[in-house]
């Protein structure tokens, strides 16, 4: 079945650091992938997706390409503010017609000022 | 415009009392899902809703769990009888149709003590 998995543990940086998630799935065919953040006491927001092999998905300044060679999808920003606590999750949607998201277990991103 | 409405927003219940969650999609949406996120976990699908219409519960407990959109516009998952093993959020979302972004509620937090 299709499934995400994403790096362990929480990510603590600094301010203006450069932030990375890794994110691998396993599907049949080609899944959409998609970047889900959740600010405290928020609902999950779409953060940025992309559709097909080699797309990149941006937003907010945050980036993620679509690695079909490699099975990845990985979120990186360049300068991380502090407002950009938060938990992100990796999931992916499948072409079947059901749209179910698999997401992944999330990463906790700590931003100190 | 207002997003996906969610009530309560906690819940503490003891084992084997009944709970029911409530859950308003953004207007015009036609779809609507239930999800469970336990903690330190992604969200997983319990049910999807196409109008009034339960197209994929094949994730829903049906021994103790079920849910109704009578109206094909707002939707209460229920428990009957909690178990501690419920204790979770749980997440409600919306989409325009398929395969479209799920727009997702900030979820209710239930503890079955």
């Known amino acids: 079945g299709n499934s995400v998995t994403q790096m362990e543990g929480p990510v603590t940086l600094s301010e203006e650091a450069f932030l990375t998630i890794n994110c691998t799935y396993t599907a049949t065919g080609y899944p959409s992938l998609f970047w889900y953040v959740q600010y405290p006491g928020e609902g999950l927001q779409l953060l940025l997706k992309a559709t097909k092999a080699d797309d990149k998905g941006s937003n907010k300044g945050f980036e993620a390409t679509y690695r079909k060679e490699t099975t990845s999808f990985h979120l990186e920003k360049g300068s991380v503010q502090v407002s950009d606590s938060a938990v992100y999750f990796c999931?992916?949607?499948?072409?079947?017609?059901?749209?179910?998201?698999?997401f992944g277990k999330g990463n906790q991103v700590v931003v100190i000022p | 415009e207002a997003g996906v409405v969610q009530s309560p927003r906690y819940k503490i219940i003891e084992k084997k009392q009944p709970v029911a969650f409530w859950c308003n999609p953004i207007?015009?949406?036609?779809?609507l899902y239930w999800y469970l996120q336990n903690l330190g976990q992604g969200p997983e699908l319990l049910i999807r809703y196409e109008n009034e219409e339960a197209v994929d519960d094949s994730q829903l407990p049906k021994d103790r769990f079920s849910a109704e959109r009578l109206k094909g516009v707002d939707s209460t998952l229920k428990i009957q009888p909690a178990e501690l093993g419920d204790s979770a959020v749980y997440l409600c979302?919306?989409?325009?149709?398929?395969?479209?972004?799920?727009?997702f509620g900030p979820g209710t937090r239930l503890t079955v003590l």
């Open positions: 207007s015009g949406h036609n779809t």
């Open positions: 979302a919306s989409s325009l149709g398929q395969p479209n972004e799920q727009f």
């Open positions: 999931a992916l949607s499948d072409r079947s017609g059901n749209n179910r998201l698999a």
